[in-house]
C-alpha cells in the first residue's frame, strides 16, 4: 500500500514514509550532479590538506577542481603501494587521509592476481550504509508486498588478518556484516533475513552455509526472494543443497542440528528455530532426491519472487543456470560496488540482465572519467590522459572510472570500464562492460573479458541443442605449444546425459564457434599469419570449479566475493584443472577472416 500523504516520486510510488524520503534523496542528489560533486571534492580536499599526499603537489589549501586537476595525478595502485604499505606496517602520521585509517578493505584478489589494501575510514561505513538503505525503497517500486515475507540470502564473512602495524585487512563485505550499523540495523518488515546474524558472522563456512540453509528450508513459505552478492555464490548455495540434503532432512526430521556445527552461539540460536518437522523432511527429501533439479529453487521455496543476485560483467555467465534452477525467475542487480568505493545503484532493478544500467550517486565519492578508446597507444607518464567529469559523459561512449575519495585515494584507477547507457535527471547511467586490462594473447591478439564472454554465449548456441549448459569456464594462453594458442577449460551441465549429450564433433565445433566470435586480430594470426594455433577446449569434471574456490578461498579468498578467474596462469591452478579434464577438443578448422574485416 503506498503512502497517500506524501506526493508520489517520480520514480513511482513509495510504500512508506520512509521510503519516500529516500526516493526524495535520489531525487534531489541527481538532479544536482554537478553541484554535489564540486562540493564532495570541495570536502575531501579541505579536510585532506594537510595530508602528506596532498601537500606535495602544491595545492596551497586549493579545493577547485581546475587545480586538483592540473596538479594531482592519475595513479594506479601501484603508485600509492609505498604510502599505503607504510601504513600497513604502522605510520600513523596523515599519509593519505586526516581521518585515521580504520582498517584495510581487501580486494578479493581474483580479478588482477592479487589481494590489494584499500585504506578507509571509519564513516566509510556511513556511506554504505546510506546507499544500502536506498535499496529496498527502489526494490518495492516494483515488487509489491515484500513486508509479508522474509528474504533469503547467503551473506558470509571471511576470517580477517592483521598487518604488520596491526591494523584489520578484510573484504568490504565482511567490515560490514561485522560493523555495528548491520548488526544493531533497525527492524525493516520489507527487509528481514531468514538468517539470524550467527548464522551470517560465523566464520566457519561450511557451519554459516549449513545454517543459513536450515533456516531457509524451515521458513520455506515465507521467503519471498533468493539471493547472494554474486550469482555464483547463489549457485553455491545449490551444489551445498545438493550434496547435504540429507543430513539437512534428518536435522529437520527429529529437531536436532548437525554435530559439525559447533559454535556455541550458532547452537544456541539455532535451538530457537530448529525444531521437529518430520512433514518438512519428506518434502525435502522428495524434491532433492530427484535426479532432475531444474527449478528446484521454485520447488522448494515456491512464493520467491525473484533472485537479488549480480549477474554483470563475469557473473553473466552464470545466467541460463540460475534461469535452470529458477524456472526463469527475474534477477535483480541492485547495486554497484567495489572495496575501493559504493559507487551507486539500478533504479529499474526488475530489468533483464542484458539491460541493467546502474545510476553512479554523486555523494559516494568525486567522480572522474577517461574515455576509453581500445584502439588508441597505451598512455604514457608524459601524455596523462583527458578526464571529463561525472555531469559531462556522452552516452554510447565508453569510459574508464577513475576516483578521489573521503579515505584519501585521489584519481585513483579503478580498472572498471563503464559504457553510458543514459541519465536519471543530470546522474548518468552505466553499464558495466568489463575489467580493464584482463586479456588473453599469443601475439598482437588482445583477447578481453567480454569478448571471451561473447565467443562463449556464441559455442553456448551450440550446446543448447543438446541441453547442455555451460557451469563455468576459464582460460590461458598457452605458449608452450609453437605456435601459441588459447586453452578454455569447460565445465558442462549435460541435463540428459542418457539420451542427449554432446559429442566430441560437436564440442570441436564449439571451439570454432569461438574462434569465429573472436576479433579480427585474433582471426589474422590465425588464418593468414599463422601466429597462433587452434584454440582449444578442454572439459573437466563436474564440481571443478568448486574444487577451485575452495584452493582460493584456502588461500585468501573472500566467499563472497570469490569470481572464478577468467584467466589463468598460476601453476597450482593449472595443475588442478589439468588434473580434471575428461575430454580435449580442437578447431576443426580455421575461422574466417579477409583483410578488409577490422571489427
Excluded at 570536502?43 to 602544491?58: D, G, H, Q, V, W
Excluded at 584478489?109 to 575510514?121: C, V
Excluded at 530489468?351 to 598512455?379: G, W
Excluded at 573437466?540 to 582460493?552: H, I, P, Q, R, S
Amino acid at each position: 500500500m503506498t503512502v497517500d500523504s506524501v506526493t508520489s516520486s517520480p520514480l513511482g510510488p513509495p510504500a512508506t514514509e520512509k521510503d519516500a524520503k529516500a526516493l526524495q534523496f535520489i531525487e534531489e542528489t541527481t538532479k544536482n550532479t554537478d553541484l554535489v560533486q564540486e562540493r564532495v571534492l570541495g570536502e575531501i580536499l579541505s579536510r585532506n590538506a594537510e595530508t602528506e599526499y596532498l601537500k606535495r603537489f602544491s595545492l596551497d589549501g586549493a579545493t577547485d577542481r581546475n587545480s586538483f586537476k592540473s596538479k594531482v595525478p592519475v595513479v594506479t595502485y601501484e603508485d600509492l603501494q609505498p604510502e599505503i604499505q607504510r601504513i600497513a606496517n604502522g605510520d600513523r602520521s596523515p599519509i593519505l587521509s586526516s581521518h585515521p585509517i580504520s582498517e584495510f578493505l581487501t580486494s578479493s584478489g581474483t580479478s588482477a592476481g592479487e589481494r590489494k589494501l584499500m585504506p578507509t575510514i571509519h564513516e566509510e561505513l556511513d556511506r554504505r550504509t546510506l546507499l544500502y538503505s536506498l535499496l529496498q525503497p527502489v526494490m518495492n517500486l516494483y515488487v509489491p508486498d515484500l513486508d509479508k515475507g522474509k528474504g533469503l540470502y547467503f551473506l558470509f564473512i571471511k576470517a580477517e588478518t592483521k598487518t604488520p602495524g596491526g591494523l584489520v585487512a578484510r573484504p568490504v563485505l565482511t567490515s560490514y556484516y561485522k560493523s555495528e550499523h548491520f548488526k544493531t540495523r533497525p527492524i525493516d518488515p520489507y527487509n528481514v533475513l531468514t538468517s539470524p546474524n550467527e548464522a551470517i558472522l560465523c566464520p566457519d563456512s561450511f557451519q554459516s552455509m549449513y545454517t543459513q540453509m536450515v533456516c531457509g528450508l524451515v521458513m520455506r513459505q515465507q521467503v519471498l526472494r533468493v539471493g547472494a552478492v554474486f550469482a555464483s555464490g547463489l549457485l553455491r548455495a545449490i551444489r551445498f543443497l545438493q550434496l547435504n540434503w540429507q543430513q539437512l532432512a534428518i536435522d529437520i526430521c527429529n529437531g536436532t542440528l548437525n554435530p559439525k556445527i559447533i559454535d556455541p552461539s550458532l547452537r544456541e540460536t539455532m535451538s530457537g528455530i530448529l525444531k521437529p518437522d518430520p512433514e518438512l523432511a519428506d518434502f525435502i527429501t522428495k524434491e532433492c532426491c530427484e535426479e532432475n533439479w531444474e527449478g528446484i529453487i521454485t520447488r522448494v521455496w515456491p512464493n520467491t519472487k525473484y533472485l537479488d543476485v549480480i549477474v554483470t560483467g563475469a557473473m553473466a555467465q552464470y545466467i541460463p543456470l540460475l534461469e535452470y534452477y529458477s524456472n526463469g525467475l527475474p534477477m535483480a542487480c541492485t547495486m554497484y560496488a567495489s572495496s575501493e568505493c559504493y559507487f551507486g545503484l539500478n533504479l529499474k532493478p526488475m530489468c533483464k540482465p542484458s539491460e541493467v544500467s546502474y545510476t553512479i550517486m554523486p555523494n559516494m565519492a568525486y567522480f572522474e572519467f577517461i574515455p576509453h578508446d581500445p584502439s588508441a597507444p597505451p598512455l604514457s607518464r608524459h601524455s596523462p590522459p583527458r578526464l571529463v567529469d561525472l555531469a559531462d559523459l556522452e552516452v554510447g561512449k565508453e569510459y574508464e572510472l577513475v576516483i578521489t575519495t573521503y579515505a584519501g585515494l585521489c584519481r585513483y584507477r579503478v580498472g572498471d570500464v563503464l559504457e553510458v547507457t543514459g541519465y536519471h535527471n543530470a546522474a548518468p547511467q552505466f553499464r558495466f562492460v568489463r575489467r580493464k586490462n584482463v586479456l588473453l594473447s599469443i601475439d598482437s591478439d588482445k583477447t578481453d573479458e567480454a569478448e571471451l564472454q561473447k565467443a562463449i554465449d556464441n559455442a553456448s548456441v551450440l550446446l543448447r541443442e543438446f541441453n547442455t549448459t555451460v557451469v563455468e569456464y576459464t582460460s590461458y594462453a598457452d605458449t608452450k605449444t609453437i605456435p601459441g594458442h588459447y586453452v578454455i577449460y569447460l565445465e558442462l551441465l549435460v541435463k540428459d546425459p542418457a539420451n542427449n549429450s554432446p559429442n566430441h564433433e560437436v564440442l570441436d565445433k564449439c571451439c570454432l564457434a569461438m574462434e569465429e566470435s573472436l576479433n579480427s586480430v585474433y582471426r589474422q594470426g590465425r588464418v593468414a599469419d599463422s601466429s597462433i594455433g587452434p584454440l582449444e577446449i578442454r572439459v573437466v569434471k563436474n564440481g571443478t570449479f568448486e574444487e577451485l574456490m575452495d584452493y582460493a578461498i584456502s588461500r585468501g579468498a573472500s566467499i563472497n566475493q570469490y569470481k572464478a578467474p577468467r584467466c589463468v596462469n598460476f601453476s597450482p591452478i593449472m595443475e588442478l584443472l589439468d588434473s580434471r579434464v575428461v575430454s580435449v577438443h580442437f578447431s576443426p578448422s580455421a575461422p574466417q577472416w579477409t583483410p578488409e574485416q577490422r571489427s
